[in-house]
């Protein structure tokens, strides 16, 4: 579509084909973090189910393992968060300190809450308190944290959806003229002046491609 809309020339095809062909790498952050943010999501409800299983009366080992079993009816068995905290009951099982399997979920995951709830978890532990409330504080700051970003994230849905709209309205004029009045570009095409005008539109656009996706981007 580029190729088409900016240049119609074959051979300028041929050598951005491998920019398309790469797509996937560059595309690879984008998928990485939706990931995250539903990884985020179903960490949140399995710390809230591991807080009431502990608050219960339930001992943290035996607390994870019956989180396990209900984050199977929400998720299935096939959830990213189920898949972890079963992982984490086997460990555990094998006589491993809860407090390392932890960290070692937040060094896969790479989520900034799973690293500080392991934090707050060892130092809780160690320090003898009480295991339960901070655990239930905790789990309350990070149920608060998600909910602030599914809420900025409904509220940027439908400018998302208007980003990607205007993206493709460059193109979808270009067609429609060109469409409507053969050779109304051709100066834009057949002259080097036409292709470094063309160029620099390329570069403004691709400017406010990076600018809107940049500006919908908001770090909590």
Known sequence: MIT???YRSL?????????????PLFH?????????FQLGQ?????????????????????????????????????????REFAGMVKQIRL??????????????????????????????KRSGGDLVSIIDHTAGVIRDKVQVREEIANMTASKKLEQKVMNMIPFGLIIYIDSASPGF?????????????????????????????RILSIPI
Do not use: H
């Open 4 to 6: 088409y809309a900016f």
């Open 11 to 23: 051979a300028v095809f041929l050598f951005l084909l491998p920019v398309g062909l790469a797509y």
């Open 28 to 36: 690879k952050e984008a998928l990485k973090k939706a990931r995250l």
């Open 42 to 82: 179903q960490f949140k409800e399995g710390i809230l189910i591991l807080a009431a299983n502990l608050s219960a009366g339930y001992s943290i080992e035996n607390a994870l393992e019956n989180s396990t079993r209900e984050l199977d009816m929400l998720y299935g068995p096939e959830g990213m968060i189920n």
């Open 95 to 124: 006589n491993r300190p809860v407090e390392l399997v932890f960290f070692e979920f937040a060094d896969r995951s790479g989520l900034e809450d799973v690293q500080n709830f392991a934090q707050v978890f060892k130092a809780a």
């Open 185 to 213: 570009f051709g100066m834009m095409y057949g002259t080097a002046a036409g292709r470094v005008l063309m160029t620099i539109c390329l570069g403004v656009y691709g400017l406010a491609f990076w600018l809107s996706k």
